[in-house]
């Protein structure tokens, strides 16, 4: 929506049409209104409505036919215009401008080549294109588990009857092949792949956990999900019942959101897999494709930004079983469950992709000066051999913590991280671990228990605690 004070500004209201028509495919202009909001009204007659409606049709190309009328606002007479179009690139006077914030931005002709390559992208989206494939490698199993799921949801009425019949109803096939989206969601062979790696510490330097995966969105959604839920730190939260809720150190709601939108809005056409990539102080989602030109993630946040729609019919088939909620919420989605669960959050807008980041809280939970931040300060700087060293083997170390997310054994750790010699693993790796705090006893009142765990841990502990731990894994708790 734009404001002008006058008719007389129809020279710069073709060329906001033109901008905004570029960006949004819609939009409104007033005139009677002044930039800051306020009404001021201007007399209206047949001739000044003609005059606007002629700047329009002789000016921008190519050419809409806007309607035009007149609105009473706060008791005043202004001048109402309403376009649309979806044939981009629009030129006013010979200039192609593309809305920035509340101005119209002349673009260069870089800029105009891209915005003719979108057109010609979105004439043929990948998702739509055909696949090369035939019904037969469509897994009959799939689509009717998928047919299901878009029933329960409310979103599809139909029932499935045969593999061919929803194939032609959800627009998946066309003559006797089927598009690429269906290849992707049903395929025996599916092209979706996914990458998933741990990284010791906050670069992509020493891995300690690797793994890769080839079949449908919907099952490298749920490798994805899962692969990060076995990867990071839970905690326990107790409400005085026998019970206890685990609560994970990002919500794992948000991360299947991020990987979902990964799959619905990545470009297919780049040879690229997506990725997990699980560092120390946070979690990197990528997909390859660059996010929508004059946009930014706050724009979808805010609400403010219109979806753009890399793959419609993928997006479409994903909505019906309620995978997705709407065109253009995902992000906002992810932030509202980070932001309900305390995480922080971030977005990246790379040239060849996008990634969603979830920051992992400290494992100790302390604020920074505190003597327990100041022993977790000693830990990581023996995690990548700086000051403060007590462990020489940094890399196991910081390998142990991130697989001790969920209870483990002594041996357990021992087998993991390839070490033969319990008594070094004891004092080298555990011991210093224990006494830091970063790795907890699951049995801590029988250190000696067969039953002994450990795990890393997820709250802060008080100095009490801490020198009971010192104590306990000096007297020998660590030897089981």
Known sequence: MEFKKTTAEAREAVADAAAILNMHGRGEIYFGIKDDGTVVGQTVSASSLRDVARAVTDNLKPQIYPEIDVVVIDSKQCVRMRFEGSDQPYFAYGCAYMRVADESKKLSPAEIGRLFERKRGQASTWDSAPSGKTPEDVSANALRSYTKKANESGRLEYRFTNRDDILRRLDLMEGGEIRNAALAMFGKSAPAEIQMAIFATDVKHTFIDIDRKRGTIAEMVDAGTQYI????????????????????????????????????????????????????????????????????????????????????????????????????????????????????????????????????????????????????????GSLRGGPGARAPDGDRAAALLEYCSVPRSREEMQIRLGMANREHFRKGVLKPLLISGALEMTIPDKPNSSAQRYVSAAIGRSPEQMRRSERLASSGAAKR
């Open 229 to 380: 839920r076995r990867n990071i730190r839970w905690r326990v939260v107790r409400d005085g019942s026998p019970s206890r809720t685990e609560v994970p150190e990002v919500p794992i709601e948000a991360v299947r959101e991020a990987l979902l939108n990964s799959y619905a809005h990545r470009d297919w056409r780049i040879p690229q897999t997506n990725e997990i990539a699980i560092f120390s102080d946070r979690i990197e989602i990528y997909n390859p494709g660059t996010f929508p030109e004059g946009l930014t993630p706050q724009d979808f946040i805010d609400g403010s930004g219109r979806s753009v729609r890399r793959n419609p019919l993928l997006s479409q088939i994903l909505y019906y079983s309620k995978d997705i909620e709407s065109f253009g919420t995902g992000l906002r989605k992810i932030a509202t469950e980070c932001e309900g669960a305390g995480v922080r959050y971030g977005f990246e807008t790379g040239k060849m992709g996008f990634s969603a980041i979830f920051y992992r809280p400290d494992p100790s939970g302390a604020p920074e000066g505190s003597p327990r931040a100041d022993l977790r300060g000693d830990l990581r």
